[in-house]
């Protein structure tokens, strides 16, 4: 019997006009398209996974970029029903992490005789336990049927801050239109000229203490966490990145050194406020291409914690920890957040590691970074 599969979709994705292709791809690979959704048609519906897993669906497919994938997780997370990606976005941070290929032909085959790989993800609630309201028709909290609340999902990265200016434009409709493959240098350029400073604080838990590595002090011994230890932060930031997928960039495949899609812990990146000169070393000093990914310590370096042990950069002005979770909270006005680049909620908002690993087809011979 063919794999039953349902294909969701985004009209605006990268490479949206391949969809057609795409589902001869999938019907190549044998398997049985019993349904294609757009996107939108889901935003006000409850999770969707375990009636279409009731139905005898065998896969749901996210035909679309990083944005798209978001929003079918969230779908479809607490149902054990596996995630097939075909990568029809601009940047496909989340299918590049995974090792599914670019081709369409190739990411079809994968979801039809690949192995299924258990992932980490994202989620999020508001951290006043209440609906808080998003873009107009997007709430952060989604109410079921019976009024109770579910989280919202992401599988790349939830951020507050620049990023979301720069998402606004970029997925601007109209701008897609107008500017076509410019839209993502014509969103830097404004969000740059933007550069709007946040008043935030994040409170964690489950921190990771760092262990000692090659570039610490000799004396350094590794650390572990009390109930004395300061756990929050409070600065002026540009930017907070709450990130799980090790990958992103695009075709650059920019990595966090140490990262995982499977060790249970989100990586929290904060720029505090910066000029650009300094904003863009210290990007460059954290980041690097996935086969040349290194510590962020220069050799010789002495590593310092600015906030508290769980500091992982020395470099000033930008904050790196690992942890289970964080309330993150923004003064005076709630601020909107993006999920895996799509706004999709405000602050204050919570956010942890989902309890559940998704299941997600991906090919035989990969493994997480």
Same mark, same amino acid.
């Given at each position: 019997?063919?794999?039953?599969?349902?294909?969701?979709?985004?009209?605006?994705?990268? &490479?949206? &006009?391949? !969809?057609?292709?795409? !589902?001869?791809?999938?019907?190549?690979?044998?398997?049985?398209? /019993?349904?294609?959704?757009?996107?939108?048609?889901?935003?006000? +519906?409850?999770?969707?996974?375990?009636?279409?897993?009731?139905?005898?669906?065998?896969?749901? *497919?996210?035909?679309?970029?990083?944005?798209?994938?978001?929003?079918?997780?969230?779908? *479809?997370?607490?149902?054990?029903?596996?995630?097939?990606?075909?990568?029809?976005?601009?940047?496909?941070?989340?299918?590049?992490? !995974?090792?599914?290929? @670019?081709?369409?032909?190739?990411?079809?085959?994968?979801?039809?005789?690949?192995?299924?790989?258990?992932?980490?993800?994202?989620?999020?609630?508001?951290?006043?336990?209440?609906?808080?309201?998003?873009?107009? &028709?997007?709430?952060?909290?989604?109410?079921?049927?019976?009024?109770?609340? @579910?989280?919202?999902? $992401?599988?790349?990265?939830?951020?507050?801050?620049?990023?979301?200016?720069?998402?606004?434009?970029?997925?601007?409709?109209?701008?897609?239109?107008?500017?076509?493959?410019?839209?993502?240098?014509?969103?830097?350029?404004?969000?740059?000229?933007?550069?709007?400073?946040?008043?935030?604080? +994040?409170?964690?838990?489950?921190?990771?203490?760092?262990?000692?590595?090659?570039?610490?002090?000799?004396?350094?011994?590794?650390?572990?966490?009390?109930?004395?230890?300061?756990?929050?932060?409070?600065?002026?930031?540009?930017?907070?990145?709450? *990130?799980?997928?090790?990958? $992103?960039?695009?075709?650059?495949?920019?990595?966090?050194?140490?990262?995982?899609?499977?060790?249970?812990?989100?990586? *929290?990146?904060?720029?505090?406020?910066?000029?650009?000169?300094?904003?863009?070393?210290?990007?460059?000093?954290?980041?690097?291409?996935?086969?040349?990914? /290194?510590?962020?310590?220069?050799?010789?370096?002495?590593?310092?914690?600015?906030?508290?042990?769980?500091?992982?950069?020395?470099?000033?002005?930008?904050?790196?920890?690992?942890?289970?979770? /964080?309330?993150?909270?923004?003064?005076?006005?709630?601020?909107? /957040?993006? $999920?895996?680049?799509?706004?999709?909620?405000?602050?204050?908002?919570?956010?942890?590691?989902?309890?559940?690993?998704?299941?997600?087809?991906?090919?035989?011979?990969?493994?997480?970074?």
């Amino acid at each position: 019997m063919p794999q039953r599969i349902i294909l969701i979709h985004s009209p605006h994705s990268g &490479s949206s &006009s391949k !969809l057609p292709d795409a !589902l001869k791809h999938l019907e190549q690979a044998g398997l049985e398209v /019993v349904n294609s959704i757009s996107i939108a048609k889901l935003d006000d +519906l409850p999770a969707q996974g375990t009636p279409w897993k009731e139905s005898g669906v065998d896969v749901a *497919i996210a035909a679309g970029g990083d944005g798209l994938v978001a929003g079918v997780i969230t779908h *479809i997370a607490e149902s054990g029903l596996p995630l097939g990606i075909l990568p029809l976005g601009t940047s496909n941070d989340i299918a590049r992490a !995974l090792h599914i290929p @670019q081709d369409i032909g190739e990411a079809a085959q994968v979801i039809a005789q690949g192995k299924e790989q258990e992932v980490d993800v994202g989620a999020a609630q508001s951290a006043e336990q209440a609906t808080h309201l998003g873009t107009p &028709s997007q709430p952060v909290v989604a109410s079921t049927q019976d009024g109770s609340h @579910q989280y919202a999902y $992401f599988a790349h990265a939830l951020t507050v801050g620049v990023n979301v200016q720069f998402a606004r434009i970029a997925t601007n409709v109209a701008t897609r239109k107008r500017f076509g493959r410019m839209t993502y240098p014509y969103a830097v350029l404004k969000t740059a000229a933007a550069r709007d400073a946040l008043d935030i604080r +994040l409170e964690f838990e489950g921190l990771a203490m760092p262990q000692a590595t090659a570039t610490s002090q000799a004396t350094e011994s590794p650390m572990h966490t009390t109930p004395e230890t300061l756990t929050s932060l409070r600065c002026r930031a540009l930017q907070v990145a709450v *990130i799980n997928t090790p990958i $992103f960039g695009g075709q650059r495949e920019f990595a966090i050194a140490g990262s995982s899609f499977e060790d249970r812990l989100l990586d *929290i990146v904060v720029l505090e406020q910066m000029d650009m000169g300094t904003l863009g070393k210290n990007i460059a000093r954290s980041f690097a291409p996935k086969k040349q990914a /290194v510590a962020p310590m220069l050799p010789g370096e002495k590593r310092t914690f600015t906030h508290h042990p769980a500091e992982l950069s020395g470099i000033p002005g930008m904050h790196h920890v690992q942890a289970a979770g /964080v309330t993150i909270t923004t003064s005076a006005h709630p601020k909107e /957040v993006t $999920f895996d680049g799509e706004v999709r909620g405000r602050t204050p908002i919570y956010v942890h590691v989902a309890e559940k690993q998704l299941r997600v087809r991906t090919p035989d011979k990969a493994s997480t970074p």
